[in-house]
């Protein structure tokens, strides 16, 4: 089937309805590597961690799961939900525009594996990523490849598990060789323009943004009728280094290691303009902090910083 672009359309101003307002759930930058890779920390130490940041949720990257058995997914929901908080995001990175036919195949069949797990962990949105920005691939090509799997593979499955497929503005993900694919504001903004579905909408990253070479509060109003999920995030190069020596380092495998996520509400994002347009739009989903890689202690102050921001712009209703 051919994709063509349609009319965006104003979903609900309320992604979320168990939410009443946002509610702020927590991802470990500081300790990705030792769970996914090193595997020096279970997941379960994590969990059992977080508690003392006061969120509301945890944010479940597909790297931190042993396993997708059932059991053990139920295992881990339980685990959080015993401790008074629930999984509302599950964050994995697919390749939808690789050049290569089985490759992609491949990345659409794991991407159903993790909207399956997101379900069974109860999580209400799955991320979804246009994929690698390789060299071979035409800005159209890339395109029709993101939208028709998006459309004719991957929803019609968000239909059945009752779950929202979240399209990212993205940077890179730490285990990729290229950029996004679509990073810049203007192939992003096509494919979500050329996708209109209940079950689709944007997860907005004020961070990817400015190292797109965008502009952040530019992007949310462009497309802030499709947000349904945030990352909260500031971003910060290395002290003699500049954005144009991320672009120049296109082709290395991993993240830059230049670039740095830092403390929120201490780098270059305007969170009060960012939360007055969320308001603006009624915006009740989740908003989940990309931070820690300095220790719990900053994760602490970012959250702290996004409870006084919500408490002024969504307070609390008796």
């Known amino acids: ?8 359309s104003n979903p ?14 927590a991802f470990p930058k500081c300790y ?18 977080s508690v003392a940041l006061q969120a509301e949720g945890l944010e479940m990257y597909s790297r931190f799961l042993e396993s997708f058995d059932p059991d053990y997914l139920g295992r881990i929901r339980r685990r959080v939900e015993s401790l008074g908080m629930v999984i509302p995001m599950f964050c994995c990175s697919p390749d939808l525009c690789h050049p290569d036919d089985e490759v992609r195949r491949r990345e659409i069949g794991q991407q159903k594996e993790h909207m399956r797990a997101a379900a069974e962990l109860g999580c209400s949105t799955c991320r979804v990523l246009s994929g690698q920005r390789n060299p071979e691939l035409t800005v159209e090509r890339g395109v029709q490849r993101v939208v028709s799997a998006i459309r004719e593979e991957l929803l ?6 009752g779950i929202t497929l979240a399209m990212e503005n993205h940077y890179k993900d730490g285990y990729w060789q290229y950029p996004e694919f679509a990073q810049k504001k203007e192939v992003f903004v096509t494919i979500v323009r050329a996708i209109e579905d209940q079950r689709f909408g944007v997860q907005y990253d004020p961070s990817n943004a400015i190292v797109a070479g965008d502009d952040p509060i530019g992007l949310l109003l462009e497309i802030k009728d499709r947000v349904v999920s945030m990352h909260a995030s500031d971003r910060f190069l290395l002290p003699g280094h500049s954005l144009a020596e991320l672009a120049a380092a296109e082709g290395n495998l991993g993240y830059s290691p230049i670039l740095r996520h830092g403390e929120v509400g201490q780098g270059l994002n305007d ?19 990309e931070d820690g890689e300095n220790g719990m202690e900053e994760m602490a102050r970012s959250i702290g910083f996004l409870q006084d921001l919500r408490e002024r712009y969504f307070p609390a209703v008796a």
């Open 271 to 289: 969170y009060e303009r960012i939360f007055a347009i969320l308001k603006e739009i009624n915006y009740c989903g989740w908003i989940s902090i």
């Open 1 to 8: 089937m051919p994709w063509k672009a349609v009319k965006m």
């Open 32 to 49: 990705i590597d030792d769970i996914s890779v090193r595997k020096t920390m279970r997941l379960e130490e994590w969990i059992d961690m």
């Open 12 to 25: 609900s101003s309320c992604p979320e309805p168990r939410l009443r307002r946002p509610a702020i759930s």
């Open 156 to 161: 019609p499955l968000a239909h059945e598990l």
